[in-house]
């Protein structure tokens, strides 16, 4: 397990500025926010939103990031610098505003090459529709495609990974379950493309964590995982196994099994109820390490797989439960 990289939401540590800046008038910067994490006893990576936290140099920023200790795992798109995005970004009505999405995303992975890293998260929460008549399907479904196949090629050496989600802001997401991400990587067709699987947008796209993995690796490749938790009715960002802990341990075993190796990356909210930043990604780094010890465990059992084999829940779920939690 000494092998694990972890990385994580660097917006979560700008949580409870009076902790970390007593006195401080204003918002802390990257670097201050950066400074913060590397507090973190574990944590190997961050990952930075583009351009909301790239100004100026991004060589020069990836220096001083490293300098603090962590590795930039990948960028991640935003698309709030034009008002014109709330109706689309890869999928407005106005190819003047396509275009100027299509060329932020292709500075954005210009800006991830410079700091280092190959990895480019697309959440195209913006591209999809609210009402009945409001949209031609066919031609978002045509627009999406075509702007992201655009950005694949755009630096064919850069990964390029669709984060689904299935609404918010939109009421109704263009890519909104692994089913349809797939459809939509099919269509790019560029091997620079695939997928990222957040954990709790997986939830409330209905959909068993485990299986998405499985469809998504066999369909194409994961690129990401995103560790949070929740109720499965909205983007909660929970602290990891809150809610789901047996699903979240099937979903990293399955993802082992079909050899993912980057980082984990914990995308949670603890500025949502005004948590010690420091502290949750702690824990959230210890809960994962206690989940790979179960899984090493699992994995030695020959009669979890005998038990899975036969479709057998009863037998499955009482011998994960015992190497889980321990005998009665």
Sequence with gaps: ???????????????????????????????????????VSGLTDVDLNYPDHVKGEPAALARQIRDLGLEINGLAMRYYSNPAFKIGAFTNPDPAVRREAIELTKRGIDAAREMGTSLMTLWLGQDGFDYAFQADYRQLWQDEVEGIREVCDHDPDCLVSIEYKPNEPRSFAVMPDCATTLLAI???D?????????LAHVLYADEQPAFAAALAAGHSRILGIHLNDGYAKRDDGLMVGAVHPLQTIELLRQMRADGYG????????????????????EVNIATVRRMFAVMDRLDGDERLGKAIARQDAV???AIVNELTFGGA
């Design 262 to 281: 980057g980082a984990i990356y914990f995308d949670t909210f603890p500025d949502t109820t005004g948590l010690d930043p420091v502290h949750e990604c």
């Design 1 to 39: 397990m000494s092998d694990l990289r972890f990385a994580t939401r660097l917006n979560s540590f700008a949580c409870r500025p009076e902790l970390e800046w007593p006195g401080l008038g204003g918002k802390p910067s990257v670097i201050q926010i950066a400074r913060r994490a590397a507090k």
């Design 186 to 188: 099919r269509d790019v």
């Design 315 to 317: 037998s499955a779920l």
């Design 190 to 198: 560029r091997p620079n493309l695939g997928i990222t699987l957040d």
